[in-house]
């Protein structure tokens, strides 16, 4: 068959280009099975709809897939429209973290036909396996599809990949690496700049209530050497120089993080390393810090939410907050950059919690902050709490597909958290006199138009409006 991997262009503004991770891990499935596969990344195009109307006449297609978060979702929706608009005959499958949360929605769409529900490599081949011999469906395990008479069939889930190190590993020789690495930066501004994204493990032990479960609460690690490999045959074959690991916890073994950096130096690889996604900060010492180090890591987030007890428990995050100074202090005495995750907005949290959580950050030796106001993504348990106790604005009304929802209390609205959220950049920048450090990265090419885009958002309104003094 001819298989059309394709991501959209995003169409939230926040959106940074790094490499369609789901579909470079499910390509070379279909390449083993002898499929013709190509990937079509339309986020690194200025204007996508021509690149994409030229790709799908190059050849007769069967099959197009697509795998999104939430946030790439309603690009993805529009691509997907216009595919089965330009030939209808061509079947469509959606994988991914919002897909598989909103299953029954996104089925219900005239432009999907399956939905690969969680973790997409086994199912993914399966369903290639019966597409192409016309079997039934109802073979497929973790497989969503529309039967002879368009109603809409969820097979039983299908078990999780035990052994990790049996997935392949991904398609990267599909994609113009090189677009990439020029691309602005998904993560922190790389140390060199030939960087992309690894992942080292899947899923995530701990059960926070905002936190989509894609990949389980099982955490299932690759082994060290599986890691090195995939490391080392980037490195050689095509010269990638960091890696920006996107594991839900890269950390929760410490020891096999520990070895991964050994090996890493005993190799003799001169890498950079930055973990964007963030790191538990229970699972953290100084020897592992010194290790990261070591091994080349510059930079590395810590989500930590929020500052009070209350909503640490409410959230289920049950962060130890008294280990944040030890943290940046080690990682500061071995040159790691640290960077804070805070959210605020959560039901029930008033202001006064939300202001405890900002004068938190700005009292510890942070480098940087990242205040996010908490949005209740579909399938989790916090958008159960909202959406049942009506704690949203009706302005914008539960869509579970699109997902528009924003929080709405007694407490605050939307633009009160707004409000907020600028006073907790600029309370945090001007202390310690935080914002010189953002003076070479203004002067950074690979890096000003993010920074730059960051301070027209949150620190020019405060000086034009003078909304700061009413955030109290």
């Not at 010269?239 to 916890?249: L, Q, W």
């Not at 002067?443 to 409006?465: D, H, Q, V, W």
Request: charged share 25%; glycine share 6%.
């Amino acid at each position: 068959m001819n298989i059309l991997l394709i991501r959209a262009k995003p169409t939230f503004m926040d959106m940074i280009v790094g490499i369609p991770i789901g579909l470079v891990y499910i390509a070379p499935i279909a390449e083993r099975k002898g499929h013709h596969v190509d990937i079509l990344d339309l986020a690194l195009e200025d204007d996508p709809d021509p690149v994409l109307c030229s790709k799908l006449q190059e050849r007769k297609w069967d099959l197009a897939g697509f795998s999104c978060m939430t946030a790439e979702f309603e690009g993805t929706e529009m691509v997907a429209s216009k595919v089965k608009e330009f030939d209808p005959n061509i079947k469509i499958i959606f994988g991914g973290q919002h897909p598989t949360m909103v299953t029954n929605e996104v089925m219900a769409q005239p432009y999907c036909d399956f939905v690969c529900v969680g973790e997409g490599e086994e199912t993914f081949a399966h369903f290639l396996d019966v597409f192409s011999g016309d079997g039934d469906m109802a073979q497929v395990f973790g497989l969503a599809y529309k039967d002879v008479n368009g109603e809409i069939r969820k097979n039983p889930p299908r078990p999780q990949i035990v052994d990790v190190d049996s997935i392949p590993f991904p398609a990267y020789h599909l994609l113009d690496l090189d677009r990439y690495v020029e691309a602005e930066s998904a993560r922190y501004t790389p140390k060199y700049s030939r960087a992309i994204q690894i992942f080292t493990s899947r899923g995530c032990p701990w059960h926070c209530y905002y936190c989509h479960d894609l990949f389980g609460k099982k955490f299932r690690p690759r082994s060290p050497e599986d890691v090195l490999a995939e490391m080392k045959m980037l490195y050689y074959d095509y010269n990638i120089r960091e890696f920006m690991v996107e594991d839900d916890i890269f950390n929760f073994d410490m020891d096999r993080a520990k070895q991964i950096c050994d090996m890493i130096v005993e190799e003799k690889l001169e890498i950079g390393m930055q973990f964007g996604n963030g790191v538990r900060l229970e699972r953290l010492d100084e020897e592992l810090i010194q290790k990261l180090a070591a091994a080349g890591t510059h930079h590395m987030c810590i989500a930590i939410e929020s500052a009070s007890p209350r909503i640490q428990k409410l959230s289920k995050k049950y962060l130890k907050l008294h280990m944040v100074k030890d943290v940046v202090r080690w990682s500061k005495k071995y040159k790691i950059n640290t960077l804070g995750f805070f959210m605020i907005g959560f039901p029930t949290e008033t202001v006064e919690e939300i202001n405890m959580t900002i004068r938190f950050a700005c009292e510890t030796d942070l480098d940087g902050a990242l205040f996010s106001i908490v949005i209740p993504y579909a399938g989790t348990e916090l958008a159960k709490q909202v959406i049942e106790q009506d704690m949203f604005d009706p302005n914008y009304k539960p869509d579970l597909l699109h997902e528009v929802v924003r929080i709405q209390t007694s407490d605050f609205d939307f633009k009160t958290l707004k409000r907020l959220q600028r006073k907790a950049y600029l309370l945090f920048f001007l202390t310690r006199f935080r914002f010189l450090k953002l003076v070479p990265k203004l002067l950074n090419i690979r890096s000003s138009k993010k920074y730059i885009k960051a301070i027209e958002r949150n620190f020019l309104p405060e000086f034009m409006t003078g909304e700061i003094s009413r955030a109290n």
